[in-house]
Structure formats: C-alpha cells, structure tokens
C-alpha cells in the first residue's frame, strides 16, 4: 500500500511520506513501549526462569504430553470433520429438494443447530449420553456429536449456497438435452458447486479445529488439556510456557488450513471448470481473497 | 418440565449474566475492532504489520484458550486483578478476553466493508477536490457501512453464543455453568436444555433477521 493509491490514501507525496515516516517512527515507539511493558512483567514474576522452560527442551514432554494431546485433539477434529461433512452433504441437498415434506424439515433442523451455543449442546449431549446409553466415558462422543451437528449445520448451509450460485442456465440446459433430475444434480450443479463452496468448507473446518478446545471444558483429554492441567501440574509454574507452545501449535495448524483456503479461493476464482464464483455462505466475512468463518 | 419451572429463577438469573456479558464485549469489540482495522488500513508499515499479525494470531486461537490463558495465566500467574471479589474479577477477565477475540473478527468484517468500496469511488472523489476527510465522510464510510451491517451482525451473534464459554475463564454464574450446575442435582432434563436454547434464540434471531433486513435496505446498487 505504501507508495501507491489506495482506496483511502492516494499516492503519498513529499509532504505525506515524511508525514508516514514520522508516523512509523512513533508507532514503532509506542509498540516497542508495549513490548516492554509485558517483558517487565514477565520478568517480575520470573517467567524467564530457565527452570520453568527447561521442561520443553526434553524429550519426555513431547512424546509422553504434547503429542499425545495433539492426537487427541486431531482425532476429535478428524472424526467430527467426516460426520460434519456428511450431514452438510446431507442436509444442503434435502433444503434444496423439490419436495416440500423434505425441505421444510431439514430447514428446521439446520437453522435450529445453527443457533444453539456449541457449549450448551455438547454439555447436553455430555449428560444426555449416559442416561440414554448407559455409564462410560462419553467425553469424545460429546465433543465430535456437538461438533457434527453444529459445524454439519453451518456446512449444510454452505452446500445449498453452493448449488445455488451456479447460473440457472446450466441446469436448464441440462434439462433440455434430457437429463433427468437427479443427473442433473450430480453430472452439472454438484461438480461445479464443489469447486465454488471448497474455500468456504476449509474455513468452516478452521472453526472445527478451534472449537475442539471445547473438550478441555468437558475434561476431554486434548492438547488444551494436556497443556493447561496436566503439564503444569507435573512441572510446577511451566503455566505459561505450556500456553505458549500450545497456543503456538494451534495457531499453526489453523494458519495452515487457512493458507490452504485461500488458495483454493484464488484458484477456484481463475478456475474454467465452473460457471459459479466461490461462494461467501450466510454468516462469514469475505476479505479480498480470503473467506473468514465467524466463530 | 417441573424442573424448568422449579429451576426458571435460576436460569433466568444466568441468562442475564450473558446478556450483561454481551451488552459490554459489544461496546468494547466494537471499539477495539475498529482501532484494529483503523491500524490494518493505515498508511504506516509497523501499525499494518502489527494489526495483521495481532488478527492472524488470535482468530486462529481457540476462544477456549483465549479465556482459560485469561485466568489461569494473566491472573493467577501474572498477577492482573480486576477486582478483589472473585466472580467479579473473573467476570471482568471473560469480558477482556472474549472482546480481544471478537474484535478481530470485528475487524476483518470492518475491513471487508472498505474492500467493497470500488477504487474508482475513491479516484472520482480526489479528481474533484475533495480532502482525505471529506472523501472519508461523504463518499467511502456511507458505502462501506452499508456492507458492514450483515457481517458485523453475524459476528455479534457468534459472540452472543461465545460467552457461554466462560466457564473456561472460571466464571461459574452464566447459563451453560448453571445448566450443568442443574443437571448434576436432577440428572438430564431435556425441557431445562430447550428453555435455555429458546433463550438464546429470542436474542439472536432478531439481530439476524433486523441486520438482514436492514442490509439489504441500504444495500448499495452497482
């Protein structure tokens, strides 16, 4: 942006850029006194005792802690991603039936899941489970159940989208050269909607992956868990070094899946296999290339 | 459902505590957002770089996280107290960290209104003469809020369902801790659940249906 026009700013002059400069000047002042402020206190309460970090130089930590904990969380995220992906599929194309009896049903069911608060569901699953099925451990069963119905809801939703973006004409000319209603849905709407609503599904399993920390609620053993219970309960004070080497795998892994959204947006955009451009579902933020789930 | 009636006060009590949530993480995202974007368009290099990596880095962060990190970290461990009341304090820590999280979303939804703003708007209101502030007031902000409401109002309902969360900062008074609260004295109970969720329906629905009716109102034709 610098050094061109924006929509905001025109091309800086002589006067503008010393203006920016000085600008820069200050802003890198005031972040450096920032910075400052959170080492001071960091410092203060001896958050950079080699002690306290030393815990995440072994080996042991990982291997009987970490990766374990990351496992768990993948297995939720995985097992919840299929289930979720289903019943979107499930559930988009019912909305989109030409029977009414499907139609208004399945409406019902995803706009009703689409506005209960994740927690509140995956507590009621939590207790509903054993009461239903009898005693055990139905941490996972809750998480991934919640997780399904909430996360499938939104997906269902990005599918009707989908389908609906790609021009009338296509399947009106599928009409025409005789396919039937069901051909029509799977040999035209459905290859290029898929195409469409891709950046939009990965964004959606960001979410996924976030709301997986939900477990630590449920005291489904995560890497939430692991890092915020069990390691600073080994290794006295490596409270916030856990949080820290936690929140960063977490943060890599979403930025991953993000990156890898908005590059399918950016092919999906120049992409000749289909007549609909990528599609931004009810309830997110479309920002230049990339397409944010609210969560 | 004797027990939704029996256990109505309390619930109805935890449902205002979200509400009251709600009502101050919408002022303080809103403002926070918008500084965030503010910094995220601005014309210097450290202020855009640090907007951005701020974004990135906590819309990419489990709320759960956020709010566990707010109590167990910043106020047991480093010593940042609201208050010396226990609920009070960690209420104070739900309402920070929930608003850090939803200004980022505040944000990218801010920011995705300038982009919708075409180029030739802004070109066209510099070639007749008009100042920075002028092209800001009257030609780029009336077009960019048009196309903010839909989004902003999606982001303050996925906020509204977010404070539930706060029984991860410690905050042991809203609905999802007194429902679990109930259900460990009566066991499941399918009515207390839809009574809750019912509630939290007559909250958002509105904003979504008033933001999408007001959105396509003000919609801008291009």
Redesign the interface.
């Known amino acids: ?2 050094g061109q ?6 091309a ?1 002059g002589p006067r ?1 850029r010393l203006r ?1 400069n000085i ?2 000047l200050l ?2 002042i005031a ?1 450096a006194a920032v910075l400052y402020v959170i080492y001071a ?2 410092a203060e ?1 001896g ?1 950079f005792d080699g002690q306290i970090w030393k815990p995440f130089a072994d080996p042991f930590t990982w291997t009987e802690y970490i990766i374990p904990g990351l496992l768990g969380t993948l297995k939720a995220a995985g097992l919840g991603a299929v289930f979720a992906l289903i019943f979107g599929a499930v559930f988009g194309l019912a909305r989109l039936s030409d029977h009414r009896w499907i139609r208004v049903p399945a409406g019902a069911v995803v706009e009703t899941f689409r ?6 569901l995956i ?2 699953l939590f ?2 489970a054993p ?1 239903v099925l009898g005693g055990g451990d139905y941490t996972l069963i809750a998480l991934v159940a919640g997780l399904t119905l909430y996360n499938g809801s939104v997906l269902a939703e990005v599918v009707r989208a989908g389908v609906r973006a790609v021009p009338r004409g296509q399947s009106e000319a599928a009409y025409a050269i005789g396919l039937r209603k069901n051909q029509v849905m799977r040999l035209v709407l459905l290859p290029q909607a898929v195409t469409a609503m891709m950046p939009a599904i990965v964004s959606q399993l ?1 979410v996924l992956l ?5 477990g ?2 449920i005291a489904y053993v995560d890497l ?1 868990n692991y890092g ?1 219970k069990i390691i ?1 309960a080994v290794n006295f004070g490596s ?2 070094p856990a ?1 820290i080497v ?2 960063v795998i ?2 890599g892994l ?2 991953v899946l ?1 990156a890898l959204a908005t590059w399918l947006e950016k092919r999906s955009r120049r992409s000749r296999k289909t007549t609909a451009g990528p599609i931004v579902p ?7 290339d990339t397409v ?1 789930a ?2 | 459902m004797n027990d939704l009636i029996k256990y109505a006060p309390d619930l109805l009590a935890g449902f205002l505590k979200n509400v009251q949530i709600s009502l101050v993480c919408a002022v303080l995202s809103m403002i926070l957002g918008t500084l965030l974007v503010a910094m995220r ?8 770089a ?1 907007g951005t990596g701020y974004v ?2 906590v ?7 956020v709010l ?2 707010a109590a ?2 910043l106020s ?4 940042v107290s609201f208050s010396q009341e226990p609920s009070t304090n960690s209420f104070w820590l739900v309402v920070l960290g929930l608003s850090l999280y939803t200004a980022t ?1 505040v944000c ?2 801010l ?2 209104g ?2 919708t ?3 030739g ?3 066209a209101a ?1 070639a007749i003469g008009l100042t ?1 502030f002028q092209s ?1 007031r009257m030609i ?1 902000l009336p077009q960019a809020f048009r196309a903010v409401i839909a ?1 902003l109002g ?2 303050m ?2 906020m509204i ?5 706060a ?2 900062a410690g905050y042991l008074a809203e ?2 801790f007194v ?2 609260d109930t ?1 460990d004295d009566t ?2 109970s399918i009515p207390i ?1 839809i009574g ?2 019912i509630a ?2 007559i909250v ?2 509105p904003i979504g249906f008033f933001t999408g009716w007001l959105a396509n109102r003000l919609a801008v034709a291009r």
């Open positions: 942006m610098n026009a924006s929509v905001l700013f025109d800086p503008a920016n600008l820069t802003a890198a972040v206190r960091f309460k958050q506005a209960i608060p994740l927690l509140l507590f009621f207790y509903l009461s960001v976030k709301d997986t920390a939900l630590y609620i939430l915020f600073p409270l916030i949080a936690i929140g977490y943060v979403n930025m993000s009810p309830g997110a933020v479309a920002v230049g944010a609210v969560d | 368009v601005s014309p210097t290099p450290v202020l855009r640090v990135n880095v819309r990419n962060t489990p709320l759960t996280l566990a990190f167990l970290g047991d461990t480093l010593g979303f990218e939804a920011r995705s300038i982009n703003v075409p180029m708007q802004a070109e510099r920075f800001l780029i989004p999606s982001v309902i996925a369902k977010n404070t539930t969360v029984i991860a609905s999802a429902m679990k259900f066991g499941v659940f809750i969720v939290f329906m958002t629905l």
